[in-house]
């Protein structure tokens, strides 16, 4: 190709030139001149190299001719169509200026005749709203996203509008500067108009006429019936209006609202007739929102209130249940909280029978996966319209009742699913859950965002503050909940006691509580009496009451073996075993090899069922060890359950049992969260479990939720639950706390986590404080009655007369100031000496001090008696005082101007000295002199008792106390000025910085005291006290406002120092948008941080997918294992970057001032199953992974399953960077750990 020569750029051309990027055939504009160069086609490769681009033909070789795809033998026209297709394919620029058609701005109406209805015409109406769309508005007016985003949503929507928030727009918080100042026709009168000098007088002149008739509007809003008509015209009006109307309980009459005055004076018929109907009771004017349900009282009425039901049950409901489903008819939340098996289910079942007729949907939240999928499969037979969504199954998600983890809710409720615009009911079940540190937060999450057409059925055990928790959901939400509570079982329980180890001791159980609740300790002397007889000798010698709690295995075994005979004897079978270990269980379901529970037709039925279970598996899978020993104990009826069981053998085992083939099943606690599977009998192995910090005994609500399993309605008159004593007989006082205990209460586990705030920032009218003030913990904050506070201080301030401020009364303001600091200052200095040796052997009998008090200003005094109590001390005195003021209701005016401060004078007597004895508290000495006398004050308390006597009232005093009072007097005399005072920090030897910096700022603040010109003014004393009254209101007035204010938030430092993190990782910028890292975080539900810095460092892209799975598992894996893992270099390089990272998120977040240390931060992550992972991913065998590592076969499968999970959040994230090459590994890592027995369906949902 020849160089053309083109001459140099001429004044008439553009600065423009061409710039060829590399072989592609790709060209550049560059808008400015190069000097010296010429202008057409430069390019960024030396002209001499060759074109570096594909060969075509052997590409078109490979797509068309060797590709089968492309080539099949039988049909070749089809293929050259393609072919053709492909080769010649026209080219339509416009598609590429695709644009969305913009909304409709108007529709059709229809116009019809008033009377007959016919259709005489159509106008055209504007629409309004028609720009909403999910990526600008919270409103249900907005218009439907794409249909791939209606079920989970997108992380670009916004959510709903939560229930109980009001949605501002832009034109009502214009509005709203104008509506600020709700203007009273009474009083806010402008008298002079602005520009003039006088204007018009607008107060009353006449007498005061009663107050002037009722405002009807307000009359209106106070009445709720009407507002039920328009309730979307209702939720605007109360959302533009800046406050809301103060909301008033119906009423029958107008007495009731406080508007007696306005019917002003009627007739004392009338009078008669108002009397009669006003109601008895005084309505409350502050509005409960829970409400208790009576359930005491039969429903009698039920059928009649309910002719034809949305559900029928095959039996007669409780009173509980049928009040609930009253509550549900009339569209009403309700709470319900009753022991396990009363029958809550039914409650769940009536509302998703409600919403199938009503063509809504509901949604059914549980907080654990295995109790979603035996809901599912429950549901399923009932309604047969019924889907599933947990974390890595999705089953018909179009259906009317969905059933899913209260998660993944969540995350719907964020991302503004279109699922929410159909949803009638959601039901929280198990909501104790809501203490559990870890997830709790979730469920508080969940009930703030849920929007306002949403009701809510809340199921829950037993529990103390139920009306507490429902107040709170009813006050966020702004709608009543009613609650239903029942402590009546179905199935009474009886707890006994067991000490038999052997044959011969097999019978030793005693009862300790009986079904109606009463504790025996007869039974609980008789069991210490049985286990006593057995303690050898040698331990009795010692008098040793064998204090180890542990057994060994061979006594374990002794005392299960016994108890397990004893209970099949008496058909008390099947029995749930609780051990608060899974070793332990495993080891006692081993120790009982020669027990045999089954007969031979359970044993063949145990066969069928559990070999068609595992049909599913792989042929290897099936051989693996557990599968082996837990078909063994099958058949002898006894089972295992706990985490490190194989999913699909629990699933198998929990069928098993409800179908009563397993007679004994050893279980952790995890068997008592959950579905409906009870026994016969209970047994608690022992009653302390570790909690992950220590050992402790069981909580009351741990215990009932476990012994609530025994007993099954219909089958058993009670249920037995056993507590063995197999190395002592447990504490009385712990067995009775922990049987007849209150359950633990509902309390707030609201933690802010970095999804939570980024998912806020992301939209502009959520804002994160709110959600904050919304939580359970800040439930105690009742903001309208401190509103109401605040409006009443407002008002008292202003009606106060205003401040004299002139001439000698200038510096009033800076002497109270001075002066409140100078009591803090006091009374500070007064605690130490009081805490101290020194400062109380000062104080002891014989002291002189100054006294001010309402009754004494600066009076001489000396202390006759000192109390012994240390947190309130008192100090009994002799006093001098004039003649007349011995009393202490005396006359002396209110000292609240602190003349003592200011003027240390000391009192001395105008006319005869009289004297008094007291009792002083601390605050009423202002000073301890450096004199002493000598007292006797048992004498001079005597004398003065005897002569309060009337009869002994005017008899001189003892020789003691005119000798002290003489010595007083002249004491005074002789200092008029003042008298030397102990020194705290000189005399008394206190030596801490706070006492003598208060001691060296009190003498400072004392002599400015004395300069001001304010206390020598005529006036001075009331004017302080008006000052003073003014700024106590003031100061009650400031605290509640910053209690009113987000200031107050107990979370509020949190909050700011994780926006610091999330600012100084640029995730949202200084004025809090969110950034692209920041969108990436918020499709992570854990570990955010962490995963968006190791896609951002690019730590995965080096890796092959297997090794990015087994890198990634440190985020799922929470145990600590002792076998260290032997992995590849690239992955143990990782690893140290993943730390690094770690650390380096750790050390950001403590200096941000967040109080978790870099190590417990990196420490999160562990790195035990990497190799499992490794292995796994690349296609070893189940049976052979197994061996790589002591994590038990159920946790391992867990692990995987979880890390699925972060495989997808990843993939989805990598697309949002649009990082295709990442997304795409993570789909591949992702498919090569999906196989097999970690994959295999639940039996619950085939």
């Known amino acids: 190709m020849e160089r053309l020569n083109i001459p140099p750029p001429g004044p008439m051309d553009l600065p423009l030139s061409l710039l060829e990027m590399g072989c592609s055939g790709k060209f550049e504009l560059i808008t400015y001149p190069v000097p010296d160069q010429p202008l057409l086609p430069q390019s960024t490769l030396p002209h001499w190299l060759p074109p570096t681009s594909l060969n075509l033909e052997t590409e078109v070789e490979k797509q068309f001719l060797r590709d089968p795809a492309w080539l099949p033998i039988h049909d070749t026209d089809f293929a050259f169509q393609r072919f053709i297709k492909v080769s010649q394919r026209e080219y339509n620029v416009d598609s590429l200026l695709n644009c969305a058609p913009s909304s409709l701005h108007s529709g059709l109406s229809v116009v019809r005749d008033p009377t007959t209805g016919m259709l005489l ?159 008895k009771e005084n309505p409350e004017i502050k509005k409960k929102w829970a409400i208790p349900v009576d359930i005491t009282s039969p429903c009698d009425d039920f059928y009649k209130r309910i002719p034809n039901p949305a559900f029928k049950w095959p039996f007669e409901l409780d009173v509980f249940q049928k009040q609930a489903v009253l509550r549900l008819e009339a569209h009403d939340s309700v709470f319900v909280a009753a022991h396990t098996s009363a029958g809550k289910t039914v409650v769940a079942e009536y509302a998703i029978a409600l919403s199938q007729k009503h063509m809504t949907r509901t949604i059914y939240t549980s907080p654990i996966k295995a109790l979603s999928n035996q809901k599912f499969r429950d549901f399923k037979n009932t309604f047969g319209d019924v889907g599933l969504l947990t974390g890595d199954v999705q089953l018909s998600p179009e259906s009317s009742c969905l059933i899913m983890t209260t998660e993944i809710l969540r995350s719907m ?38 929007p306002d057409h949403v009701s809510i059925i809340l199921l829950s055990a037993t529990v103390p503050n139920a009306l507490e928790f429902s107040e709170w959901i009813g006050r966020i939400k702004k709608r009543h909940i009613y609650v239903i509570s029942t402590v009546k079982r179905p199935v009474p329980l009886e707890h006994y006691l067991y000490t038999g180890n052997s044959t011969k001791t097999q019978k030793e159980m005693f009862l300790l509580v009986d079904a109606a609740g009463n504790f025996l300790t007869k039974g609980y002397y008789a069991a210490v009496d049985a286990k006593k007889e057995r303690t050898s000798k040698h331990a009795q010698s ?101 985490s490190g069981i194989l999913p699909i053998l629990k699933e198998v085992i929990e069928m098993l049992f409800s179908r009563g083939l397993v007679k004994v099943l050893f279980a952790t606690e995890t068997f008592a969260m959950g579905v409906n599977m009870p026994a016969r009998t209970v047994v608690f192995d022992s009653i302390r479990k570790h909690d992950g910090t220590g050992f402790r005994n069981l909580l009351p609500g741990e215990y009932i939720q476990m012994a609530g399993r025994a007993g099954r309605r219909g089958l058993d008159a009670t249920g037995t639950v056993i507590i063995l004593c197999k190395a002592g007989v447990h504490e009385m006082a712990d067995l009775h706390v922990m049987m007849l205990g209150k359950p633990t209460v509902l309390q707030s586990q609201f933690r802010l986590t970095y999804t939570m705030i980024l998912n806020l920032l992301r939209v502009e009218a959520l804002r994160v404080t709110d959600m904050m003030r919304r939580s359970f913990s800040e439930s105690h904050r009742d903001v309208q009655a401190q509103e109401k506070r605040i409006n009443q201080l407002k008002q008292a301030l202003s009606s106060l007369p205003p401040l004299d401020t002139e001439g000698q009364l200038s510096d009033l303001l800076p002497y109270y100031h001075t002066v409140t600091e100078l009591r803090t200052i006091t009374e500070a200095l007064q605690r130490a000496i009081l805490e101290s040796v020194n400062g109380l052997k000062a104080l002891s009998v014989g002291r002189v001090v100054v006294v001010n008090n309402k009754q004494h200003l600066n009076a001489l005094g000396v202390i006759l008696q000192v109390s012994s109590d240390s947190v309130n001390r008192t100090f009994t005195a002799l006093i001098i005082c004039e003649k007349g003021n011995e009393e202490r209701e005396g006359k002396g005016s209110d000292n609240t101007a602190f003349p003592h401060l200011y003027n240390t004078t000391l009192f001395i007597p105008e006319g005869p000295c009289s004297h008094t004895v007291q009792k002083l508290k601390f605050q009423d000495i202002s000073a301890i002199t450096a004199k002493t006398l000598k007292v006797i004050p048992d004498r001079i308390i005597d004398n003065y008792n005897k002569r309060q006597q009337p009869r002994f009232r005017h008899d001189p005093p003892g020789q003691a106390i005119s000798t002290a009072t003489q010595e007083l007097l002249r004491l005074a005399e002789a200092n008029p000025g003042g008298i030397a005072s102990l020194d705290p920090v000189n005399d008394l030897q206190l030596k801490s910085i706070d006492v003598v910096e208060g001691s060296m700022r009190l003498h400072v603040l004392q002599d400015t005291s004395r300069h001001f010109s304010c206390i020598h003014s005529p006036t001075f004393s009331e004017q302080f006290v008006q000052l003073k009254e003014r700024m106590n209101l003031q100061e009650e007035l400031d605290r509640l406002l910053f209690l009113a204010s987000d200031q107050s938030l107990s979370l509020l430092p949190e909050y700011h120092q994780r926006i610091k993190v999330l600012q100084s990782l640029q995730y949202i910028d200084s004025s809090g948008a969110v950034q692209l890292k920041g969108r990436v975080a918020c499709q992570i539900s854990s570990h955010e941080l962490l995963l968006t810095e190791l896609l951002f460092e690019n730590v995965l892209s080096p890796l092959a997918p297997e090794e990015s799975a087994a890198l990634l598992s440190c985020l799922v894996f929470t145990q600590n294992t002792q076998v260290e893992p032997h992995i590849t270099n690239t992955l143990q390089e990782s690893i140290d970057r993943v730390l690094s ?12 001032g967040i109080p978790q240390t870099a190590e417990e931060f990196v420490g999160q992550f562990k790195f035990g199953l990497t190799e499992v992972v490794y292995c796994w991913a690349r296609g070893m065998p189940f049976a052979e992974i197994a061996l790589l590592t002591d994590v038990q076969e159920g946790t391992v499968v867990r692990c995987i399953q979880r890390l699925d999970e972060v495989l997808k959040e990843v993939r989805q994230a990598a697309r949002i960077v649009g990082d295709s090459v990442l997304g795409s590994k993570m789909e591949r890592a992702s498919l090569s750990i999906r196989r097999d027995i970690v994959f295999t369906a639940s039996l619950y949902t085939h």
């Open 542 to 642: 010692f008098g040793t009451k064998n204090t180890s709690q542990n057994t060994t295995a061979s006594q374990d075994r002794a005392v299960w073996l016994t108890l397990l005979h004893f209970l099949s004897q008496r058909q008390q079978t099947p029995v749930v075993a609780f051990t608060f270990s899974r070793t332990r269980c495993d080891d006692n379901a081993r120790s009982l090899e020669s027990m045999d529970l089954t007969t031979s037709v359970e044993k063949a039925e145990i066969h069928s069922f559990f070999q068609k279970s595992l049909s599913r598996l792989r042929g290897g899978d099936r051989q693996l060890p557990q599968i082996l020993l837990m078909r063994d104990l099958l058949k002898r009826g006894i089972a295992v359950h706990h």
């Open 121 to 279: 015409d159509f106008t055209e109406v504007l629409l309004e709203n028609t720009g909403l769309s999910a990526k600008n508005s919270l409103s249900l007016q907005r218009q439907p996203g794409p249909p791939s985003e209606s079920l989970r949503g997108s992380n670009t929507n916004y959510p709903f509008l939560p229930g109980g928030m009001e949605e501002i727009t832009l034109d009502q918080i214009k509005k709203k500067s104008d509506l600020e100042k709700d203007v009273d026709f009474e009083k806010d009168f402008l008298q002079v108009p602005p520009g003039l000098k006088a204007g018009m007088d607008f107060s009353d002149k006449d007498a005061k006429i009663a107050k002037p008739e009722v405002n009807l509007m307000s009359l209106l809003s106070t009445f709720d019936d009407i507002t039920d008509l328009q309730p979307e015209a209702e939720e605007k009006q109360e959302s533009k209006g800046g406050k809301e109307a103060p909301q008033l309980p119906r009423t029958n009459s107008l007495e009731d609202l406080g508007i007696k005055d306005a019917v002003s004076s009627s007739t004392a018929s009338e009078k008669g007739k108002d009397e009669k109907s006003k109601p």
């Open 1141 to 1152: 990272v770690a650390q380096r998120i750790g050390e950001l977040q403590r200096d941000c």
């Open 413 to 450: 409720l964020y991302n503004g699913s279109e699922v929410i615009r159909d949803l009638e009911w959601v039901i929280f079940d198990e909501v104790h859950y809501i203490n559990d540190i870890e997830r709790g937060v979730v469920w508080e999450e969940v009930l703030i965002m849920l």
